[in-house]
């Protein structure tokens, strides 16, 4: 690990020697939030789709010491007006907005610790109210260099990037990993068939993404392995990378598939390598990083800690409620620990379905669905039963009908304890995503808990 663990974002991405047409727009839109008004400290909110304005906004507000606020471009009116007033922004850039010019601000003429705050992020909030997420200079420097050297990336690589740069995974994956000197490729909106030929055009070597990308990738009309053969590793966190979506989009890509744990308060704290066995990457979300460290708390809860984490929320008292004695922040997840200290996320502690007093992680049944070689992607829900009090619904994208007989046999078949085999199946064309493209489980609840 270099110093620059002990510098700021605009020293890590302002290598030596770097110069071009993107370095002076930095330097110009730098000075056009001086000449704003901004001061170091302040909030500079926008809410653009990935690009490289995107990029400006955010290495600009290093420049000067303040707080980038990316908000999520396909947020609401409603949305966006709840989090402004929290944010207090000195500058708010819109969607229409060009980016304000200055005269250029130089590297190091505006003094920045490594603990000032660098980035305000929103939760994704699906089940209530987003919550803030602060990350100060320190720990993003840091999160930088770790993950760079985990996915072996160099000058040579180039990620296409279609997750959004509001979340964590996008400002990670799209702005800081590009300070190893690899092409970043920003992608406004999702299209498989344009990723396919963004792909092939540009050598894309890496991507990141929840599981819905490369279904649809693979599934989209033309494709072809050759299109696709520059790519050697894709990343995937959250709800759905199953052992067999992860077998699957890895033989379909002929190239690495790895499984990531991570979260806007504590990104990639557990994933493989390259060097690591394929089934360890298929079967588990991975093992720490760095100096991350995972436990798992009475009640299976993770707990995780490290020089990456936030340093909290806008909310004091909810940043209290989130941390434990020592550091350790309280993920919300459920988890095993194998002995060798790999991780298997086995569900949400509100995803648990208790059922007539069992408690059933929805994520344990959704990996025996997408064994069946029908069904292509599944997600459990509770609905409410005045009996049991919950009982399992499965939501099902399958290549052919897949109904409750169906679904019994196979479990019957894969020799699953009998209470947590789904008694509602819901075929779908296609899963109801959240702008993250991940399973909008509380639209999928609202339609389970309707009458049959």
């Known amino acids: 690990m270099s110093n620059l663990a002990e510098g700021t974002l605009d020293s890590l991405l302002s290598r030596p020697g770097a110069s071009g047409p993107l370095e002076s727009r930095v330097a110009a839109v730098a000075g056009g939030l001086v000449a704003a008004g901004v001061q170091p400290g302040d909030v500079v909110a926008w809410q653009l789709p990935n690009s490289v304005a995107a990029v400006e906004l955010f290495r600009a507000c290093w420049r000067v010491g303040a707080v980038a606020a ?28 060009g980016l304000p010019s200055g005269s250029p601000v130089p590297v190091g003429a505006v003094p920045a610790s490594p603990d000032d705050v660098a980035v305000v992020l929103a939760t994704s909030g699906s089940t209530g109210t987003p919550k803030l997420a602060r990350h ?56 498989a068939g344009e990723a396919l030929r963004i792909i092939s055009r540009e050598r894309v070597t890496f991507m990141i993404g929840p599981p819905a990308f490369f279904v649809s990738l693979v599934e989209a009309p033309g494709f072809d392995p050759s299109l696709v053969a520059s790519l050697r590793q894709i990343s995937c966190g959250g709800a759905g990378v199953t052992p067999a ?14 499984r990531t744990y991570g979260s806007t308060e504590a990104p990639t704290m557990t994933t493989s390598t390259l060097a690591d066995p394929p089934e360890r990457a298929a079967e588990t ?10 436990r798992i708390a009475e009640g299976g809860e993770l707990w995780v800690r490290g020089p990456e984490l936030f340093v909290g929320y806008d909310d004091p008292a909810a940043t209290e409620a989130a941390f434990a004695d020592d550091g350790w922040f309280r993920t919300g997840d459920m988890g095993r620990i194998d002995d060798e200290g790999w991780l298997t996320i086995v569900g949400r502690l509100k995803d648990i379905i208790i059922r007539g007093g069992e408690n059933i992680a929805t994520a344990e049944v959704e990996v ?41 046999e196979w479990f019957a078949h894969e020799a699953v304890t009998r209470f947590k085999w789904p008694e509602r199946v819901i075929q779908l064309d296609a899963l109801p995503l959240l702008p993250t493209a991940k399973p909008d489980r509380t639209a999928l609840r609202s339609l389970a808990a309707e009458p049959v």
């Open 368 to 408: 025996v669905l997408e064994r069946h070689p029908a069904v292509s992607s599944a997600v459990c829900v509770g609905y409410p039963d005045h009996r049991l009090g919950e009982r399992v619904c499965a939501f099902v994208v399958a290549s052919a009908p897949f109904d409750l007989a169906t679904c019994r």
């Open 70 to 97: 990316p908000l999520h471009h396909l947020a609401g009116a409603a949305d966006v007006d709840r989090l402004l007033p929290r944010l207090s922004p000195r500058l708010v850039v819109g969607p229409d907005d």
């Open 285 to 294: 979300d991975g093992r720490p990083v760095g100096s991350a460290e995972i």
């Open 136 to 191: 100060s200079h320190r720990g993003l420097v840091y999160k930088a260099e770790v993950m760079t050297a985990v996915h072996g990336l160099s000058g040579s690589d180039c990620i296409l990037l279609p997750a959004p740069m509001a979340h964590i995974s996008g400002l990670l994956n799209g702005v800081l990993l590009a300070a190893s000197g690899m092409r970043v490729v920003p992608m406004a909106r999702w299209d």
């Open 245 to 258: 979506f992860v077998q699957q989009t890895s033989s379909l890509l002929g190239c690495r598939v790895k």
